[in-house]
């Protein structure tokens, strides 16, 4: 009895010792293939914090958070966009959240993307919006100019406070355009989402962002955002905004 408790106790003992080197090593492997990863990969970091100056409801504060970051490694690219804003008077009466994350696989001229979207909204009394889709577009790339138009098939749901919910199924057409120097640049970017079976069911989402100071970490930005639904009972949220950005960029090896 005493030999099979002194053997159940060195086994317990060899196997808490094989954990802990098996945690060892597995922390050890994620390490190398961060290290890896960090090498290979490219990083792109762009955010900037505003505050709102004007927008389309009444004279109010508020703010605004906008951000691009992304994961690129050779031809394929893993982007993440947000954009938050928050409104008060005398009490917070706008709470917007829209974050869509982005699959995509470039070539020179095509690329082809898998999307997924997130909306909440307060001043809409939307829980939940989500939207996944899948499509495809051209690129036309100059010096300082860049230009992509892209089409996708999404399907929507739509969960409200009230417990009612709404589903559809929507063309996606997206313009994106950037034009860059040093010092300044200016870029937009707009969706035009009519529903399949109903084309005066329309989204209208997108910004326009000028930064100054384009070529240092720290610039100044000045946005201007839109979030258009033509059958919601307010059917545009509109912001003008002005802030500070930072951006950075690590680029892997080739």
Excluded at 43 to 52: A, E, M, Y
Excluded at 67 to 78: F, H, I, V
Excluded at 160 to 171: I, L
Aim: hydrophobic fraction near 35%; charge should be positive.
């Amino acid at each position: 009895m005493v030999f099979f408790a002194i053997l159940l106790f060195n086994f317990k003992s060899i196997y808490k010792l094989k954990k802990e080197k098996m945690r060892l090593l597995l922390i050890t492997i994620l390490l190398i293939c961060c290290q890896f990863l960090y090498s290979q990969v490219k990083i792109k970091i762009d955010n900037n914090l505003s505050g709102i100056i004007s927008n389309s409801q009444t004279n109010s504060t508020g703010l605004n958070f906008n951000g691009l970051n992304s994961l690129e490694w050779k031809n394929l690219s893993l982007s993440s966009s947000t954009a938050y804003s928050n409104r008060f008077n005398t009490k917070l009466f706008e709470h917007e959240l829209l974050q869509r994350l982005n699959l995509e696989y470039d070539s020179i001229r095509w690329n082809s993307f898998l999307s997924c979207q997130y909306n909440y909204s307060l001043i809409r009394k939307i829980d939940y919006d989500g939207v996944v889709g899948l499509g495809s577009g051209i690129k036309f790339d100059k010096s300082v100019a860049k230009l992509s138009i892209s089409y996708s098939f999404i399907y929507q749901t739509t969960l409200f406070r009230s417990q009612s919910r709404s589903e559809s199924f929507r063309h996606s057409v997206r313009t994106k355009f950037k034009f860059e120097k040093p010092v300044i640049s200016l870029s937009f970017e707009y969706y035009y989402q009519p529903n399949v079976s109903d084309f005066k069911d329309v989204i209208v989402i997108g910004q326009t962002k000028l930064v100054l100071f384009n070529n240092k970490p720290f610039n100044l930005v000045i946005q201007d955002v839109i979030n258009y639904r033509s059958l919601s009972s307010v059917k545009t949220i509109h912001n003008l905004t002005i802030g500070a950005g930072y951006k950075f960029t690590h680029t892997g090896k080739k």
